[in-house]
């Protein structure tokens, strides 16, 4: 299949097949495509946590509703913003490009400036979402790279993220859960596989100007 095809394919699991594990090359390959994700200058001011432990997951079952998701999938991906963006956090950026570039750190800090020029002019309401839509891009990402490798998910914001930070113990790690996926694979019998997908027409959808 084509992309296009994949992405038909592709619908938000209700049911997974419980019996079925991503094996380990799938799981690194579904990651490894959501690090590769677009994200604000390259920031990436979230952690992605997998969670597999399925006591934990249980835990979150309960603050998620009980939605058979959480535990029937192959693992959960909770996607965690940084509850505090600091300037810090880009210097830390700044270095890892000046290593992985080969270029001398001094030769950076237009760039650096510019970043703590956004990261300070954000108040703490203002970081939160603008760190959240960062999470949201590399959602996107997991769920394209997973059609693409014929892998089922579920995106999911039916959860109580207090809850979450709890059960996680996020909160000492200086992150807030953002919104979730299950992965795994479709269950023979769940009939969302079998509806037509429904989107709104190209030119409903699309205005070129």
């Keep these: 299949m084509d992309i296009l095809e994949k992405l038909e394919w592709r619908y938000a699991v209700k049911k997974f097949d419980s019996s079925r594990k991503l094996t380990k090359e799938q799981l690194d390959r579904v990651i490894a495509a959501t690090r590769l994700s677009a994200s604000a200058y390259g920031l990436q001011p979230y952690k992605i946590l997998v969670i597999d432990n399925?006591?934990?997951r249980e835990r979150l079952k309960q603050a998620s509703w009980n939605q058979p998701q959480i535990t029937d999938a192959s693992q959960l991906v909770v996607f965690a913003r940084y509850a505090d963006l600091k300037p810090y956090h880009v210097d830390d950026y700044t270095n890892n490009i000046?290593?992985?570039?080969?270029?001398?750190p001094e030769d950076l800090a237009g760039f650096a400036g510019m970043m703590k020029g956004t990261v300070n002019s954000l108040d703490a309401q203002g970081a939160a979402v603008w760190t959240s839509k960062q999470a949201y891009l590399a959602l996107g990402t997991l769920l394209t790279a997973a059609a693409a490798e014929g892998i089922d998910a579920c995106p999911m914001e039916g959860f109580n993220a207090s809850q979450y930070?709890?059960?996680l113990g996020l909160k000492e790690k200086g992150l807030a859960s953002v919104v979730i996926a299950a992965v795994g694979f479709r269950a023979a019998d769940d009939q969302m596989q079998h509806a037509k997908k429904v989107r709104k027409p190209v030119n409903e959808l699309v205005e070129i100007i």
């Design 98 to 104: 000046a290593k992985t570039r080969n270029v001398n």
């Design 165 to 167: 930070d709890e059960i």
């Design 54 to 56: 399925p006591e934990i």
